[in-house]
């Protein structure tokens, strides 16, 4: 009779290296800390509006080297990182007149 093969214990499974951030990846995740730190702290109007282009460009970077994105089409890299930008736009310029307050001051 065979000797059935014993399950190994999930511990007992070796378990890969960690790989480095890849170029893609280390832009869309500075990209994404500037936007959260530009959201805590309240820096001057145009430095919030140079942080929101920055992860504009972020994002569209971020949907064309990402590895998450790396076998889809051609269009469907551009029409995410703009998908992407659009959601960021309409979050970020809602925020921006509040900073001029209200008409008349």
Known sequence: MAEAEKPQA??????????????????GLLS???????VII????WLK???LVF???GCL?????SHWTY???HLGR??????????LAAIGTTVLPLAFGPPGR
């Open 10 to 27: 999930i511990w007992l499974v070796p378990v890969p290296a960690r790989q480095k951030l890849n170029f893609g990846d280390s832009i």
């Open 32 to 38: 994404f800390i500037v936007g959260v730190v530009f």
């Open 42 to 45: 309240t820096p001057p109007l």
């Open 49 to 51: 509006a140079a942080g």
């Open 55 to 57: 992860c504009a460009c």
């Open 61 to 65: 970077v971020f949907s064309q080297k």
């Open 71 to 73: 076998n889809w089409s």
């Open 78 to 87: 551009w029409g995410a990182g703009i998908g992407l930008v659009v959601i």
